[in-house]
């Protein structure tokens, strides 16, 4: 029979450790989340600081590459074991739904092991890392963030691991966990499918602003133009996506006026801080302002025309 061994717990917990004196000599294979975690921020072009928003879709597209890794050992008939976070009870029943669904009438023993260290082992952890958290702050943060599996998540046998003892923990079956993990999975993947669209609609716009005709304003003198981007170039525009990128702050002008008489320039004096204050804006830079920081959606439509049924 397969077998699939899952070590989870906190950082600093000694999951490595567990794994590398309890598995090392099984021969089962051995995959890491950190190593897919690793992947995933090269790939979405991060090294070692993670903007907070890319954050989560990184930690879920290392997830899926573990997840899809571990399939393919067990469809090859090997055993693995996977040392992931795996805090919460939705990620964990997604992770094993997705296996057994994949290997169909395969039969796989699933064990997870829950670190769960005494103060002084983890804080000896700590400290070998070069953390500077005080093991109070890991364990009131793992106390509100991790939920213990139970039986229902689908796994054979769970086990607490505390220092040397290992103990087998079945609590009592909690059906409802299942029922709230698979209706927030769904939440997520709608969220997630949403999120998806709308950021193909914004790289399908930007992308068509290439070919499209589109208002140029000129900031400086009110000319205005519906022309596309290769006219507007050709004839002596500073307009993105040319000159400059649609949504930030740069000259938006004809090829008659000087860049010296625009809001950018403006901005930009030197000893100045480079920031707008919409404050200290007058009327018209203030048009040209918002008009800059909704584009390229401000340019599909004239400004000036109004198009309400009255
Ligand atoms: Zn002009």
Redesign the pocket.
């Known amino acids: 029979m397969l077998k699939l061994i899952i070590v989870m717990g906190a950082n600093c917990t000694g999951k490595t450790y567990f794994i590398n004196t309890h598995f090392r000599d099984c021969k089962a294979d051995i995959l890491n989340v950190y190593d897919y975690q690793q992947r995933a921020y090269n790939e979405a072009g991060f090294g070692e600081s993670i903007p907070l928003s890319a954050q989560f879709g990184c930690l879920m597209r290392a997830n899926n590459l573990l997840l899809a890794d571990t399939i393919n050992k067990l469809q090859a008939g090997r055993d693995v074991v996977v040392e992931q976070t795996f805090y919460k009870a939705k990620r964990r029943i997604a992770f094993i739904d997705a296996i057994r669904e994949a290997l169909g009438t395969a039969e796989i023993k699933t064990e997870i092991y829950v670190m769960c260290p005494d103060d002084a082992r983890w804080e000896a952890n700590l400290r070998e890392r070069g953390s500077n958290r005080s093991v109070e702050s890991c364990r009131k943060q793992a106390a509100e963030e991790i939920e213990f599996p139970n039986p229902v998540e689908g796994f054979d046998e769970i086990y607490e691991v505390t220092g040397e003892k290992i103990r087998l923990r079945m609590d009592t079956l909690q059906p409802e966990i299942v029922d709230r993990a698979r209706e927030e999975l769904a939440q997520e993947a709608e969220r997630i499918q949403a999120e998806n669209e709308k950021k193909r609609r914004r790289r399908e716009l930007i992308e068509s602003m290439n070919t499209r005709p589109f208002w140029h304003y000129?900031e400086?003198?009110g000319?205005k133009e519906f022309i596309t981007a290769d006219e507007a170039f050709n004839s002596g525009w500073d307009y993105p996506p040319q000159m400059g990128i649609f949504g930030l702050l740069g000259p938006r002008?004809?090829g008659?006026?000087s860049i010296i008489n625009t809001l950018y320039w403006k901005i930009h004096t030197p000893g100045r801080f480079p920031i707008v204050l919409e404050g200290e804006l007058s009327p018209e830079e203030l048009i040209t302002w918002r008009r800059i920081k909704n584009e390229p959606e401000s340019l599909l439509h004239d400004e000036n025309s109004n198009n309400d049924i009255s």
Do not use: L
């Open positions: 000129c400086v003198c000319k002008k004809c008659n006026c």
